[in-house]
C-alpha cells in the first residue's frame, strides 16, 4: 500500500487549474524558493498520513459531488511523493478525470533524478507544470504559474496552450467560511490555511 503525506486537499476549486478540479498539496520539499506561496509546506514532518486508495476513492467522491472534471497536485513538492502519486493518477485518469501536477523540477532534473514513481504518475498526468519559483521574475500573464521560467508541459491531448490564458489572465483566490468560522483561502499567491 502506498502512503502519502498530505499538507492539506480541496474537493472542489476553481482556480488550482482548468477547470472545477479537486487540489492535493503535499508536505515536504527540498527546493526552497525564496518567495514561496506555501512555506508551512515545506519542512519534512508528518501532517495527514493517507493510502493512495483512499484520496483516489475522496477525488472520485468529489467527482460525484462537485462533477469535478479533474485534479491538480501541488506542494511542498508532488515528485517527492510520486510513487503513492503515481497510484492515485491511475485510479482517477482511468475514471476518466484530468492529472495536473506541479513541480518545482525542471524535466532535466525529474531526468537525472529518477526519483521512484515518477515514470508512473507522468504516464497518467495531463499536463505538468515545471520550474521553480523565481520571485525576481514574476508572470502576472499565464494561469496558474507565478514566474516567467516556469513551463506548461502538454502530455496528453486533453489540454492545449490556450488554457494558459483562457477565462482569466490574472491571479484568483477563493475564500472559504467553515461552520466554526474560520476563514482559509486557496489560490494565487496563497493557498489553503
Request: proline share 6%.
Given at each position: 500500500m502506498e502512503l502519502l503525506n498530505l499538507a492539506a486537499?480541496?474537493?472542489?476549486?476553481?482556480?488550482e487549474?482548468?477547470?472545477?478540479?479537486?487540489?492535493?498539496?503535499?508536505?515536504?520539499?527540498d527546493k526552497r524558493c525564496v518567495g514561496c506561496c506555501n512555506p508551512e509546506f515545506l519542512k519534512f514532518?508528518?501532517?495527514n498520513i493517507v493510502s493512495a486508495e483512499s484520496i483516489a476513492q475522496d477525488i472520485l467522491d468529489a467527482k460525484r459531488n462537485y462533477d469535478i472534471e479533474g485534479?491538480?497536485?501541488?506542494?511542498?513538492?508532488p515528485l517527492l511523493q510520486a510513487?503513492?502519486?503515481?497510484?492515485?493518477a491511475e485510479i482517477v485518469s482511468d475514471a476518466g478525470l484530468s492529472v495536473v501536477v506541479f513541480t518545482g523540477y525542471t524535466v532535466a532534473e525529474i531526468e537525472a533524478m529518477q526519483l521512484p514513481g515518477?515514470?508512473?504518475?507522468l504516464r497518467h498526468t495531463d499536463l505538468l507544470v515545471d520550474g521553480?519559483?523565481?520571485?525576481k521574475n514574476p508572470d502576472g500573464f499565464r494561469n496558474w504559474v507565478g514566474?516567467?521560467?516556469q513551463n506548461f508541459i502538454y502530455l496528453s491531448e486533453r489540454y492545449d496552450q490556450t488554457i494558459e490564458h483562457a477565462h482569466h489572465a490574472s491571479r484568483e483566490i477563493e475564500w472559504r467560511i467553515s461552520a466554526d468560522g474560520r476563514i482559509s483561502a486557496n489560490g494565487w499567491p496563497c493557498t489553503v490555511r
Open positions: 486537499w480541496l474537493p472542489c476549486t476553481e482556480v487549474g482548468p477547470g472545477r478540479r479537486a487540489a492535493i498539496w503535499l508536505q515536504g520539499c514532518v508528518e501532517r485534479v491538480t497536485f501541488l506542494g511542498g513538492e510513487k503513492g502519486l503515481g497510484r492515485v515518477v515514470d508512473r504518475l521553480p519559483y523565481d520571485a514566474s516567467t521560467n
